[in-house]
């Protein structure tokens, strides 16, 4: 086990160099001069070379990418060319936001979406409800259902805040319960759709109904023989929702003017910040990429025939 840990983390880490060598070498291509942006329109042909000498700008690509990759493992993001700010002190706020919708959004989406799974495939007459709301669920795009969501609870009941991410535990939790369901719906309704077919498959295999043919107790047989096995693709399927969920957040934070990393992004990338871009397109590789991580990790634990055989 212990091998099969430290190959993952291996690949982790190799993986994350890969991809911030991707993300530099596509910012460094695209057009714009970062010089010019920090100097502005009046800038002389003195003060950009300054600011390009400064800044390493004149460098060639691959001193450039190793000043920029050491920098980050010193934990120094760089600064902004636009805020004029460390990027680690403007993404910090940012980040906490994303990071509590994510987990909110992802215990939506395991619980519900997990529990309407098993429902379907072990009660017949409710299966045909969960395959609606997953039908639904996937056939409504997020802003969509963050359109709807705003008009019906916010606007029309008053029972949540419209804006802002709140303060505190429980003012973040009134203030992002509606952006969290509208995130959730598409990817709630994969995660039961896998479910359902998961564990219909595990019900239907002959170990359960030998269990059952003994007398075991229905709720033994499902815990013990069904979900547990069923868990490989539900884990799954889960993981790579929960990575994904940051990079989708971007719509629902621009739906509900949240301060978090996707409208950050998406705002600095219009205005060719570039060390932001940088900075929250390698968080997001690395979050889908421990996810993935961490995915390969509980699926050996939960079945040791994926962990590396032993040499004799």
Known sequence: MGRFIAGRIVALLITLLVASFLIFGALYLAPGDPATLLAGNRATPEMLEQIREANHLNEPFL???????KDILQGDLGTSFIYRQSVSTLLAP??????FLVLYTAAIILVVGIGLGVIGALRRRLGVVATVVS?????????????????LFAVELHWFPVFGSGEGFVGRLRHLTLPAIALSLPFLANVAQITKASVREEAGREHVETARSRGIPSAL????????????????????????????AVVVEQAFG????????????????FAIVQAISLILVAAFVIANGLVDLLNGLLDPRLRPAKKR
């Open 258 to 273: 949240l301060n978090g990393l996707g409208s950050l992004l998406v705002k600095s990338a219009a205005q060719k910040d």
């Open 63 to 69: 001193a450039r990418y190793g000043i920029w990759l």
């Open 135 to 151: 039908a639904l669920g996937m056939a409504t795009p997020v802003f969509v259902a963050a359109i709807v969501l705003i008009a």
């Open 94 to 99: 940012r980040a906490s936001t994303t990071a």
């Open 221 to 248: 047989v499902v815990r013990r023989h069904i979900v547990r096995n069923a868990l490989i693709p539900i884990t799954t399927v889960a993981g790579l929702t929960v990575a994904g969920l940051i990079a989708t």
